[in-house]
C-alpha cells in the first residue's frame, strides 16, 4: 500500500513541479518583454527641433481662433512647424521645470494671476523685448516681464433670456444680490478672485477704491447671497449648460463663452455693466527648448490685423489698440473692449491677487463648504 | 427578484440612455430631449481632430496593459495563494497601494520616472504607468478565482492519467475563465478610461481618448463625446451578443456533463 | 533521495516567490520609489520637518473633507453589495443569452467616459431634468426636489461607477459554487433562508470581501463625482489634493495629505485583512 501511495504522493508532486516550472518560463519571458520594451519603443524623434513650436492652448472654440488667426499663419510665413496640446496648466509646466525636461514653448491664453503664480515659483522666462516689438499700441497693462496680453475677456452677468428678457435682467451687482427685487435662481462659481470684487461693488464700494480689497466685508456680503446660490460651478462650462438648461435663470461667465452659446441657439444675454476686465496672457515655460522662435511666435500675434481677426471669431478683447477698429461692426458689441463695453467695466488687480491667490481661495473652499 | 435585478439594470443604464439620443441631436445647445436630429456628432468624431487617432491609441494602449496584467495577475495570484501565510498578508497590502495613493499624486510620481527614462509622451510610458494601476484589479480577481477552485478537481484529473499541461488547459483554466476574463476586463477598462494620469504624461502624438474627451467637456462640449459614447456602447453590446450566440451552439454541440453528486 | 533531487526541492519551494517576481518588480520600481519620491516632499519640503502635517490637521476644511470622503466611500460600498448580489445571483442562475444580456447592461456603464455619465445624471436629477418634470407632469409634486448638488447625488454617481466591479466580483465568486451543496442542504431538510445563511453566504463572501475591498477603496480617490454632482459641501480628499497641486502648486501639502489618507486606509486594510483572513475557502468548506 505505502509504495503505491508514495508513488501517486511522487508523481503529484512532478505534476505541480511540472505545472510551476512551465507558469516561471512564462513569467520570465513576459518579465522580460515587459521590462525590455520601453527601450523598443523610441520616440517619435522630434528631429529639427528650431523648426518645430509646441504651443499649448485651452482648446475649444478659442482653441479653433488660435489656430485659424495665428498658428496657421505663422506657420506660413516662418516655415516652422506648429505642434499644438492642450491644457496649459501650470502644474504641469511645474512638473516639466521640476525634472529638468521642458518640452512646451507657448503657453497660450494662460490667466494673467497664473502668470504671475508661475513667476513666483521660477517656472517662466521672462519676455524677450528685443524679439517682441510690436508692443508700442498695446494697452499698457499687456506688456509684463514674464508674459505678454493675448486677450481681454470679461467675467459678466450671464442672464436667460427667457426668463429675464426685456428689461428684466440684473443690471448690477446689486441687482445680483437683490434676490427679492431681482428674483430667479443663481450660480455663482467656485472661486474667490473675481467674486469678492462682485461683493465688495454690490456693497456700495466704488470701483476705482477697489484695491485692496476689505477681505472681511466682502465675505459679509458673501453670506447675504449664499443661501440663494443654487448651484456652486466648478467647470467653465457649467454655467452656460445651467443657464441654457433653464437650471439657473443668471450667473457670472466669460463672455466669449457665452457669444458662442448664443451664436448656437442658446437663449443667453450678457450684461457689460461693472463686468470684470481679465488679461489672458502668452508665456514661455523656463527652459523651453524653442524660446527663441516663441518669442517670434509672440510678436507674430501681437499685430492689430491678426488680432482684430481672432477677436472675431472668438470675442475676448485684442491688446493691440487698434485691432478694435478693424473688427466688423457687427462684431465689435460682443468686445469686452469695444468702447461703449470698455468704459463700464472693471480691471482685475492679477497683482494684488498673485501673493493671496492660494489662500484667498481655501478660505472661500471653506466658507462654500460650510453650513 | 427579477424585479430587483431589472431596476438596478435600468440604473445602471440610465444616463446611457440619455447620452445615445444626445448623439443624433447635433450640437448640443438644445435641450433634453433632444429637438432635431442630426449626425453632426459622428461627423465630428470622424473628421475631428484627432478622435479616431485616440481612438486607435487608447485601444492599442489598454489592449497591451490587458495581456501583461493577466500574464502578472496570473503569476502573482498563484504566487500569493502558495506562499506562506506571512509572504501572503504582505503581499495582500502590496497588491492593494497603487489603488490607495490618490491617483494625481501617482501621476507627478510616474511623470518624473517616465522622464528618466525618456519615455514621456510616448505609448511605451502609457504602458508603463498603466500597467500599474491595472494589475492590482487583475491580481485581485484572478486570485479570487484560484482560491474559488477546487482542488481535488486537478488531482483527480491527475490521478486518471493527465499530465499537467492538459490538467491546466482541460481542467483548471476553464474553472478559472470567469476570473481571468473579469481581471482581464477590469484592467483593460482602467487602463482605458485613466484620465488623470493622461493629463501629465501625454505628448503631442500620444493623446489617449479620454483624455481628448475630458478637455473637450472641461472646456467645451464637443458633440462628438456623444457619438463615441454611443458606438462604444453599440460595440459592447454587439460583441456580447455574438458572445452569447457562439457559447449557444457550442453548448448544443457537447452533450451536457452533470457534476456527480 | 538521490542527489540531483535536492535543487529540485529548492526550486519547487521557492517557486511561489520567483512567480511573484514580477510583480513585485513592478510595485517596487515603478511604483513605489516613484511615489515615495512625491510623499517625501511632504517632510522635506519647504523645510525639513512636519509642518506640512500640522497645517492638515490644524485647518477645519480638511477635518470635514477627511469624514465626507470615508462616509461617503462606506455609503457607496455597502449600497453597491445590496444593488449587485441580486444581479451576480440572477447571472449565475439564467440562461448563456441571458447572462450575456446582462453582462452587456452592466458593462454599457464602464464603456462611458465618467464625465459623460455624470452629464447624462445631471440631465436627469437637476431641478428642471426628467425626475422632477416627471414627477409634477404626474402631479406627485408641487415643486422641484433637490437632488443634484447632494450628498445623495455624489454617493449616486460613484455607486453607479463602482457597481459593476462589485457585481463582477460576485458573480465569480458565486460561479464557483457547487450547485449540488445548496441541494445537498435542502435534501437535509433545510429551509431556503437558511440555506442562503449557512451555505450560499459564506461561500460568496470572498467575493463580496473583493468587491468591497476593490469598490471602497476607489470610492476614497474621486473628485470628478463630488465637483459636479455635489456641493462644496461634498468636497472630498482628492479634490483638496488636486486643489494643492493645480491651484496652489503646493506639492508638500499635497504630498502631506495623500500620505495621511495612505496611513489612514492601510491601517483600516490591514484590520479587515486580519477580520477576514478566516473567511472560509471553497476547500475547508467541504
Redesign the interface.
Known amino acids: 500500500m505505502s509504495k503505491r501511495i508514495r508513488s501517486t504522493v511522487a508523481s503529484d508532486q512532478r505534476v505541480s513541479n511540472r505545472k510551476r516550472r512551465t507558469l516561471l518560463k512564462t513569467g520570465l519571458a513576459a518579465g522580460t518583454l515587459g521590462v525590455a520594451a520601453p527601450y523598443v519603443f523610441v520616440p517619435k524623434a522630434l528631429a529639427q527641433r528650431t523648426k518645430e513650436l509646441v504651443v499649448v492652448h485651452w482648446g475649444g472654440a478659442g482653441g479653433d481662433a488660435n489656430r485659424k488667426a495665428y498658428f496657421e499663419p505663422f506657420s506660413k510665413e516662418t516655415g516652422i512647424r506648429i505642434t499644438e496640446q492642450t491644457g496649459p496648466g501650470m502644474e504641469k509646466v511645474k512638473a516639466q521645470v521640476d525634472v529638468g525636461n521642458v518640452n512646451w514653448d507657448v503657453l497660450v491664453d494662460i490667466g494673467a494671476f497664473r502668470m504671475f503664480q508661475g513667476m513666483q515659483q521660477d517656472l517662466l522666462e521672462k519676455i524677450d523685448y528685443n524679439v517682441v516689438t510690436n508692443t508700442k499700441d498695446l494697452l499698457k497693462y499687456a506688456v509684463q516681464t514674464y508674459g505678454v496680453g493675448s486677450n481681454v475677456g470679461s467675467e459678466v452677468i450671464t442672464f436667460n433670456t427667457k426668463k429675464l428678457g426685456s428689461g428684466k435682467q440684473p443690471k448690477s451687482w446689486a441687482d445680483f444680490w437683490n434676490v427679492s427685487g431681482v428674483p430667479g435662481h443663481r450660480a455663482m462659481h467656485q472661486k474667490a478672485f473675481g467674486n469678492l470684487e462682485m461683493a465688495l461693488i454690490a456693497d456700495g464700494v466704488p470701483p476705482d477704491k477697489l484695491y485692496p480689497l476689505d477681505v472681511e466685508r466682502a465675505f459679509r456680503k458673501l453670506d447675504q447671497l449664499k443661501p440663494k446660490i443654487d448651484v456652486w460651478t466648478t467647470t467653465y462650462d457649467q454655467p452656460i449648460r445651467l443657464l441654457t438648461d433653464g437650471e439657473v435663470d443668471m450667473a457670472p461667465t466669460w463672455n466669449a463663452r457665452a457669444s458662442s452659446a448664443a451664436e448656437k441657439g442658446a437663449p443667453l444675454g450678457v450684461e457689460w455693466n461693472q463686468g470684470f476686465l481679465y488679461y489672458d496672457m502668452w508665456s514661455v515655460p523656463k527652459g523651453a527648448p524653442n524660446a527663441k522662435a516663441a518669442m517670434q511666435f509672440i510678436n507674430f500675434c501681437l499685430d492689430a490685423k491678426r488680432q482684430a481677426e481672432f477677436a472675431t471669431m472668438y470675442p475676448y478683447g485684442p491688446v493691440n489698440t487698434k485691432a478694435i477698429d478693424m473688427i466688423p461692426a457687427s462684431a465689435r458689441a460682443q468686445q469686452p473692449t469695444a468702447p461703449q463695453n470698455y468704459e463700464k467695466q472693471i480691471l482685475f488687480d492679477d497683482q494684488w491677487w498673485a501673493p493671496r491667490l492660494t489662500s484667498l481661495t481655501e478660505r472661500f473652499a471653506l466658507w462654500t463648504a460650510q453650513k | 427578484m427579477r424585479a430587483a435585478v431589472a431596476l438596478v439594470l435600468l440604473f445602471l443604464l440610465a444616463p446611457a440612455l440619455i447620452v445615445v439620443p444626445l448623439s443624433f441631436a447635433g450640437d448640443a445647445m438644445t435641450r433634453f430631449p433632444p429637438k432635431q436630429f442630426s449626425f453632426l456628432a459622428y461627423q465630428n468624431y470622424l473628421h475631428g481632430p484627432g478622435w479616431v487617432d485616440s481612438t486607435v491609441f487608447s485601444l492599442t494602449m489598454a489592449g497591451t496593459v490587458m495581456v501583461l496584467a493577466v500574464v502578472i495577475g496570473t503569476l502573482t495570484a498563484y504566487g500569493i495563494v502558495k506562499a506562506s501565510r506571512r509572504v501572503r498578508r504582505t503581499l495582500s497590502i502590496l497588491v492593494l497601494l497603487p489603488m490607495m495613493v490618490p491617483t494625481i499624486i501617482f501621476a507627478i510620481a510616474v511623470y518624473w520616472l517616465l522622464a528618466d527614462l525618456k519615455i514621456l509622451g510616448t505609448l511605451a510610458g502609457f504602458i508603463v504607468a498603466n500597467l500599474v494601476l491595472a494589475v492590482p484589479y487583475a491580481v485581485i480577481t484572478i486570485r479570487n478565482g484560484i482560491e474559488g477552485l477546487d482542488p481535488s478537481l486537478a488531482k483527480a484529473a491527475s490521478t486518471l492519467g493527465a499530465r499537467p499541461a492538459r490538467v491546466f488547459v482541460k481542467v483548471t483554466a476553464p474553472l478559472l475563465f470567469p476570473a481571468l476574463a473579469a481581471g482581464a476586463l477590469f484592467a483593460f477598462l482602467v487602463a482605458f478610461d485613466e484620465v488623470v494620469v493622461a493629463q501629465f504624461i501625454s505628448g503631442s502624438f500620444a493623446v489617449p481618448l479620454p483624455k481628448r474627451m475630458w478637455d473637450g467637456i472641461l472646456f467645451r462640449w464637443d458633440p462628438a463625446i456623444s457619438a463615441i459614447s454611443t458606438i462604444q456602447i453599440a460595440i459592447t453590446v454587439a460583441v456580447l451578443v455574438m458572445l452569447g450566440l457562439l457559447h449557444r451552439r457550442g453548448q448544443h454541440a457537447q452533450p451536457r456533463t452533470e457534476t456527480p453528486s | 533521495m538521490p542527489r540531483g533531487a535536492d535543487w529540485?526541492h529548492r526550486l519547487?519551494r521557492r517557486?511561489?516567490?520567483?512567480?511573484?517576481?514580477?510583480?513585485?518588480?513592478?510595485?517596487v520600481l515603478?511604483?513605489?520609489l516613484?511615489?515615495l519620491?512625491?510623499?517625501s516632499k511632504s517632510v522635506l519640503e519647504p523645510t525639513p520637518g512636519l509642518a506640512n502635517f500640522a497645517a492638515v490637521f490644524a485647518?477645519?476644511?480638511y477635518q470635514?473633507?477627511f469624514w465626507t470622503t470615508f462616509r461617503v466611500s462606506a455609503m457607496v460600498t455597502i449600497i453597491s453589495i445590496v444593488?449587485?448580489y441580486?444581479?451576480a445571483?440572477?447571472a449565475t442562475e439564467c440562461a448563456?443569452?441571458t447572462?450575456?444580456?446582462?453582462?452587456?447592461?452592466?458593462?454599457?456603464?464602464?464603456?462611458?467616459?465618467?464625465?459623460?455619465?455624470?452629464?447624462?445624471?445631471?440631465?436627469?436629477l437637476?431641478?428642471?431634468g426628467?425626475i422632477n418634470e416627471t414627477l409634477q407632469a404626474l402631479g406627485l409634486t408641487s415643486a422641484p426636489i433637490k437632488l443634484?448638488?447632494t450628498e445623495g447625488a455624489v454617493v449616486l454617481g460613484i455607486t453607479?461607477y463602482m457597481?459593476?466591479?462589485m457585481i463582477?466580483?460576485i458573480?465569480?465568486?458565486l460561479?464557483?459554487?457547487?450547485?449540488?451543496l445548496r441541494?445537498?442542504a435542502m435534501t437535509m431538510g433545510a429551509r431556503a433562508p437558511r440555506v442562503f445563511l449557512k451555505v450560499t453566504l459564506p461561500l460568496a463572501l470572498?467575493?463580496i470581501v473583493?468587491g468591497s475591498?476593490?469598490v471602497f477603496?476607489?470610492s476614497?480617490?474621486f473628485f470628478v463625482t463630488p465637483?459636479?454632482m455635489g456641493?462644496?459641501?461634498q468636497?472630498m480628499?482628492?479634490n483638496?489634493?488636486?486643489?494643492q497641486?493645480?491651484?496652489?502648486?503646493?506639492?508638500p501639502k499635497?504630498?502631506a495629505i495623500?500620505t495621511v489618507?495612505?496611513i489612514a486606509?492601510?491601517i483600516l486594510?490591514?484590520l479587515y485583512?486580519r477580520l477576514v483572513?478566516r473567511a472560509p475557502?471553497?476547500?475547508e468548506a467541504r
Open positions: 529540485r519547487r517557486a511561489p516567490l520567483v512567480a511573484l517576481l514580477p510583480f513585485v518588480l513592478v510595485i515603478l511604483f513605489a516613484p511615489t519620491r512625491v510623499l485647518n477645519p476644511l470635514q473633507v444593488l449587485a441580486p444581479v445571483r440572477f448563456p443569452l447572462r450575456n444580456v446582462v453582462f452587456a447592461i452592466v458593462l454599457v456603464p464602464f464603456w462611458t467616459s465618467l464625465l459623460v455619465r455624470i452629464y447624462g445624471w445631471t440631465f436627469i437637476q431641478r428642471t426628467i443634484m448638488y453607479h457597481l459593476p466591479f463582477f466580483s458573480y465569480v465568486a460561479k464557483a459554487i457547487d450547485p449540488n441541494k445537498a470572498p467575493g473583493t475591498l476593490l477603496i476607489g476614497l480617490g465637483a459636479l456641493s462644496p459641501r468636497m480628499l482628492a483638496v489634493i488636486t486643489f497641486v493645480q491651484e496652489a502648486l503646493d506639492w499635497a504630498s495623500a489618507l495612505i486606509v492601510s486594510a490591514w485583512f483572513d475557502r471553497l476547500a
